[in-house]
């Protein structure tokens, strides 16, 4: 699988943004996916995963403002997340099944 994160960019403090993950090769996926986020000079952080049931966990900071969903018949996970913080600043990673994409750079300005 290779999966393909779109969507990030510069946004202010308090404003959206959808990131998408679309996979292409052999798409079929029957454990969780996941996004994830690292900023500089930290570690990779848990964001969210969407569990082969349906059910979603999110990281501590972005309960209430993150959500994850997916699209099946177009490939693709989502993560919207609103009400963004300066502290949300970080390459946000998309993790289909065992395959990580290249990621996207979310900057959120204060």
């Known amino acids: 699988v290779q999966p393909a994160e779109s969507g990030g960019g510069l946004v202010q403090a308090g404003g959206s943004l959808r990131l998408s993950c679309t996979a292409s090769g052999d798409t079929v996926c029957t454990t969780a996916m996941g996004w994830y986020r690292q900023a500089p000079g930290k570690e990779r952080e848990f964001v969210a995963v969407?569990?082969?049931?349906?059910?979603?966990y999110y990281g501590d900071s972005m309960k209430g403002r993150f959500t994850i969903s997916r699209d099946n018949a177009k490939n693709t996970l989502y993560l919207q997340m609103n009400s963004l913080k300066s502290e949300d600043t970080a390459v946000y990673y998309c993790k289909w099944c065992d395959d990580w994409g290249q990621g996207t750079q979310v900057t959120v300005s204060s």
């Open positions: 969407l569990s082969n049931t349906g059910n979603t």
